[in-house]
C-alpha cells in the first residue's frame, strides 16, 4: 500500500483579510506632504494633456492631411487589435474534416457529360478517288499518331454511339464537315517504312489532291470559307509540316496539343479558340492494346499487390540539364535525388509487359513536359488508375471547359517542381483515395477510346452558338428537350 498522506511542509493559513486596517494605512499614506506633491503634479499634467487633446479635437475639418493622418491611426489600431482576436480556436487544423457533400443541381461544374450541350450534325466526306489512289500506296501503319484514324473509325462506324447521334449522310443538313485527313498516316509511312527524310512530297501528293476535291469540287467549303470544317492534326508541328497549310488553316483543327503560351513560345502557334485539343493515342494503349483489366480489379486495384510506387516515370531525363529548352529544364530534376528514392521508379523505358506491371503499382506518375507540353504518357496514367502530376506550365489539357482535370491529376507549377516530392508527400492518404477514384471512375472518359467524340462536340457547340439547340437541317434548330437530352440512346 502506498502512502497516500501528504508529506510536505506545514504551511499556516493567510492572514485574515481586515478591512478596517486596510483604509486606515491608506489614509496615512495619502496624507503625507510628499504625496499631496505628487497628486498635484498629476493633476497639473492632466490639465495640459487635455489642453493639448483639445487643441487635436477642435482641428479645422477641411485639414485634409490632419484628416488622413487620424483615419490612418484608426485603421492601424483596428488592425493591431484585430490580430489579437483569434476566432479559430484550432489555427494549425482544418476544422472540417469532410469536403462539401455534392449537390444534386444542374447549376454546377463540371456539367454531367451524359447530357449533351447540343446535338449538331456532321457530314464526314467520303475519300475521293485521288486519294484511294495515295493510299494504294500508303497503308496504314503502326505509330502512335493514330488519333486521326481512331476519330475517324468512330465517325464511320454505324454502330458507334458518335455515329448514332451526329453523323448525317446529307451534307446540306450539316453543321460540320469533316475532312478525313491521314496526313500522319502518309508522313510515318515515308519516314519509318520508306526511311525517307524531310516533307517526302506530302503537299503535291496529299495535301492538294484532298483541299482541290474539298475546294474545289464541292461547295461546301465555299458557303463559309471552311470556317464549319474539321480535321485532326494529331502530330506536334500540326498542320506545320505541309507547306500548303495555308490552304487548311480555316478549318478548325482536333489536335494533340493544348498551348496557352504566346506564338513564337510554341511549337505549334497559337490558335488557342481555333484548336480544339484532343487526347493522342499512345503506343501502349493504342498499338499494344494494353489490358488493364489484366492487372486491375474492376474497382482500379492491383491484382497482386499494393500500389507500392510511389512515382513512376519512364522517358528522357539522364541528358537535361537545367538550363535546357528542352523540359523548360524540368526532367533535370530527376537527376538530383529524385532517382535515388527508394519508392520512385524512374527510368529511360521499358518493355510493354514491364511497363504495365508498374503502372498497376503505382500511386503518382510524372508527366513533366518534353517538346512540347502534353506527353503521351498521361493518357498511360490515366487508362491505369495512375494519378497523373503534371510540370507544365500554360498546357491546355482536352475539353477543359467541361472536364474537372483538377479533381483528378495535380499540377505543379515548374518554379515549385523542385519541391515535388514535398509537396506529393503532403497528400494525405484519404486525399489521394479520393484522385484516385476520380482518375478510374470519371478521367477514363477522356481518353480516346471513350466518350472522344460527345466532349468534341460540346466544344463544337460553344463556337456555332447552337447551346441547347439540336439541328433539324443546316437552317432549322430547335430546342434540345427530351428524348434527345441523353447520350444513351
Ligand atoms: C480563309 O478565310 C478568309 C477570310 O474569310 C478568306 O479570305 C480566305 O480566302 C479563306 N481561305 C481559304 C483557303 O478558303
Not at 458518335?162 to 443538313?173: C, R
Not at 494494353?290 to 480489379?297: C, E, I, Q, V
Amino acid at each position: 500500500m502506498p502512502n497516500i498522506y501528504y508529506k510536505g511542509q506545514f504551511r499556516p493559513p493567510p492572514p485574515a483579510y481586515h478591512r478596517g486596517s486596510l483604509l486606515q494605512t491608506l489614509k496615512r499614506i495619502l496624507l503625507t506632504r510628499r504625496s499631496i506633491t505628487y497628486m498635484l503634479g498629476g493633476l497639473l499634467f492632466a490639465w495640459f494633456y487635455i489642453l493639448v487633446k483639445i487643441s487635436f479635437l477642435t482641428h479645422s475639418p477641411y485639414d485634409l492631411d490632419w484628416d488622413l493622418e487620424r483615419r490612418l491611426a484608426g485603421s492601424r489600431s483596428v488592425i493591431k487589435s484585430s490580430r489579437k482576436v483569434d476566432k479559430n480556436p484550432t489555427r494549425y487544423q482544418p476544422i472540417v474534416r469532410q469536403p462539401l457533400p455534392l449537390q444534386p443541381t444542374e447549376a454546377i461544374w463540371p456539367p454531367n457529360i451524359d447530357i449533351p450541350l447540343c446535338k449538331p450534325k456532321i457530314y464526314v466526306y467520303p475519300d475521293p478517288p485521288a486519294i484511294l489512289k495515295v493510299y494504294e500506296t500508303v497503308p496504314p501503319m503502326n505509330t502512335p499518331y493514330i488519333s486521326e484514324r481512331i476519330l475517324l473509325e468512330q465517325l464511320r462506324d454505324p454502330t458507334s454511339s458518335a455515329y448514332k447521334n451526329y453523323v448525317t449522310l446529307n451534307p446540306e443538313e450539316a453543321d460540320w464537315f469533316y475532312i478525313p485527313f491521314l496526313g500522319a498516316r502518309y508522313l510515318n509511312h515515308c519516314w519509318f517504312i520508306l526511311h525517307e527524310k524531310g516533307d517526302c512530297d506530302v503537299d503535291e501528293k496529299y495535301v492538294a489532291p484532298w483541299m482541290k476535291y474539298v475546294q474545289e469540287e464541292l461547295p461546301y467549303w465555299k458557303r463559309s470559307n471552311g470556317e464549319d470544317h474539321l480535321m485532326v492534326h494529331p502530330m506536334d508541328r500540326t498542320s506545320r509540316y505541309y507547306e500548303t497549310r495555308e490552304k487548311m488553316e480555316n478549318a478548325t483543327f482536333l489536335t494533340t496539343i493544348g498551348d496557352l503560351r504566346p506564338v513564337g513560345a510554341a511549337v505549334v502557334g497559337a490558335r488557342r479558340y481555333k484548336n480544339i485539343p484532343i487526347p493522342s493515342a499512345t503506343a501502349l494503349l493504342d498499338l499494344v492494346k494494353a489490358d488493364p483489366s489484366k492487372y486491375l480489379t474492376s474497382d482500379g486495384y492491383p491484382r497482386n499487390k499494393r500500389r507500392d510506387i510511389f512515382l513512376l516515370f519512364g522517358g528522357r531525363y539522364s541528358d537535361v540539364e537545367a538550363t535546357d529548352v528542352y523540359s523548360a529544364g524540368v526532367r533535370s530534376l530527376l537527376l538530383n535525388g529524385f532517382d535515388k528514392q527508394k519508392d520512385y521508379v524512374i527510368s529511360p523505358g521499358w518493355e510493354s509487359d514491364k511497363y504495365m506491371k508498374l503502372l498497376s503499382r503505382s500511386r503518382f506518375g510524372l508527366a513533366p513536359l518534353g517538346h512540347t507540353l502534353d506527353t503521351t504518357r498521361i493518357w498511360e496514367y490515366i487508362a491505369f488508375g495512375v494519378v497523373p502530376v503534371i510540370i507544365a506550365d500554360g498546357i491546355l489539357e482536352p475539353y477543359e471547359d467541361d472536364v474537372d482535370w483538377n479533381s483528378f491529376s495535380i499540377r505543379i507549377p515548374r518554379k515549385d517542381a523542385h519541391r515535388m516530392d514535398v509537396i506529393l508527400r503532403a497528400i494525405p492518404e484519404d486525399e489521394y483515395q479520393r484522385l484516385r477514384e476520380r482518375v478510374w471512375n470519371y478521367g477514363r472518359r477522356v481518353l480516346l477510346t471513350r466518350d472522344s467524340w460527345h466532349l468534341i462536340v460540346r466544344d463544337l457547340c460553344r463556337r456555332n452558338h447552337m447551346e441547347g439547340m439540336r439541328t433539324i437541317d443546316r437552317n432549322h434548330r430547335v430546342p434540345l428537350e427530351a428524348p434527345f437530352n441523353s447520350l444513351k440512346v
